[in-house]
T-cell receptor, first 112, second 107 residues
Framework: KAGVTQTPRYLIKTRGQQVTLSCSPISGHRSVSWYQQTPGQGLQFLFEYFSETQRNKGNFPGRFSGRQFSNSRSEMNVSTLELGDSALYLC???????????FGPGTRLTVL | GIQVEQSPPDLILQEGANSTLRCNFSDSVNNLQWFHQNPWGQLINLFYIPSGTKQNGRLSATTVATERYSLLYISSSQTTDSGVYFCAVGRDDKIIFGKGTRLHILP
């Protein structure tokens, strides 16, 4: 069974731009979660989607948004990028909510 | 909300040594996972262990849910074991990660 895939793997943007990251979960998994990882803040939960509905949201500004499609693939969008948004963005999939999670390789975003 | 504390925060060992990493959580949980994050950032599943003991090669884990802690044992460490080890607990529609233990295995 193929693992979780994330695209793109690396991204360089400038302040003020917006970015969209994509995550394809393991086949059959219906829950997708997003995390931001920075050296200073560790792993921080962004949001979780299940059956195309956002079920949980972390403490991030409204510039961070996401969605899930009927095939369980998910995208997250960050608008009006700031330098502090530079981070590794990780996506995880699980069969159902709050269950064993499997992570993708991450997207490393650099904001200049 | 639930607090998850991992100890020690940093650990430096010689190749071949054994180690024990600890994860304490402040309230009852539905599940618990251990992950290893390699130098490239990939989080690799080690154990899904809400309770009891599991073993996989040189690694084993024990969760004592009633006492709110879990232990990860690494025996005969290898340099490839270096990285950050995270524990994550699940409860009430949320998964909470600890801050991790950074392990350095010296050749």
């Amino acid at each position: 069974k193929a693992g979780v895939t994330q695209t793109p793997r690396y991204l360089i943007k400038t302040r003020g731009q917006q970015v969209t990251l994509s995550c394809s979960p393991i086949s059959g998994h219906r829950s997708v979660s997003w995390y931001q990882q920075t050296p200073g803040q560790g792993l921080q939960f962004l949001f979780e989607y299940f059956s195309e509905t956002q079920r949980n949201k972390g403490n991030f500004p409204g510039r961070f948004s996401g969605r899930q499609f009927s095939n369980s693939r998910s995208e997250m969008n960050v608008s009006t990028l700031e330098l502090g948004d530079s981070a590794l963005y990780l996506c995880a999939s699980s069969l159902v909510l709050v269950h064993e999670q499997f992570f993708g390789p991450g997207t490393r975003l650099t904001v200049l | 909300g639930i607090q998850v504390e991992q100890s020690p925060p940093d650990l430096i060992l010689q190749e071949g040594a054994n180690s024990t990493l600890r994860c304490n959580f402040s309230d009852s949980v539905n599940n618990l996972q251990w992950f290893h994050q390699n130098p490239w950032g990939q989080l690799i599943n080690l154990f899904y262990i809400p309770s009891g003991t599991k073993q996989n090669g040189r690694l084993s884990a024990t969760t004592v849910a009633t006492e709110r802690y879990s232990l990860l044992y690494i025996s005969s460490s290898q340099t490839t074991d270096s990285g950050v080890y995270f524990c994550a607990v699940g409860r009430d529609d949320k998964i909470i990660f600890g801050k991790g233990t950074r392990l350095h295995i010296l050749p």
